[in-house]
Nanobody, 118 residues
Framework: QVQLVESGGGLVLPGGSLGLSCAAS????????MAWYRQAPGKQRDLVAA???????HYADSVKGRFTISRDNAKNTVYLQMNSLKPEDTAVYYC????????????WGQGTQVTVSS
């Protein structure tokens, strides 16, 4: 089993910045890919960004140039730096981990709320 603990999130003004982090523990040898998904009320859960152990990354078109995913393999932690936030970025953000790139894996964090509002 893999446990994912997220931190960060909160309320931010449009145009502001926020950082999320997600620390993995347990059977971390199972993890090649770490990713962030988000789910807004009434909408499906969508991939925001993903990163492999070797540093290959993928971003949703809606966040390219604004969000940056990074990873500290020694700490088994993935980060999401979010800049130039927009109200439409408001959602619950979930950390996800596993072995498959660009598809939901089995392990999820508890989710953290990000609200972009004036």
């Amino acid at each position: 089993q893999v446990q994912l603990v997220e931190s960060g999130g909160g309320l931010v003004l449009p145009g502001g910045s926020l950082g999320l982090s997600c620390a993995a523990s347990g059977s971390i040898f199972r993890i090649n890919v770490m990713a962030w998904y988000r789910q807004a009320p009434g909408k499906q859960r969508d991939l925001v960004a993903a990163i492999t152990t070797r540093g290959r990354t993928h971003y949703a078109d809606s966040v390219k140039g604004r969000f940056t995913i990074s990873r500290d393999n020694a700490k088994n932690t993935v980060y999401l730096q979010m800049n130039s936030l927009k109200p439409e970025d408001t959602a619950v953000y979930y950390c996800n981990a596993g072995d498959v790139f660009l598809a939901p894996n089995d392990y999820w964090g508890q989710g953290t709320q990000v609200t972009v509002s004036s």
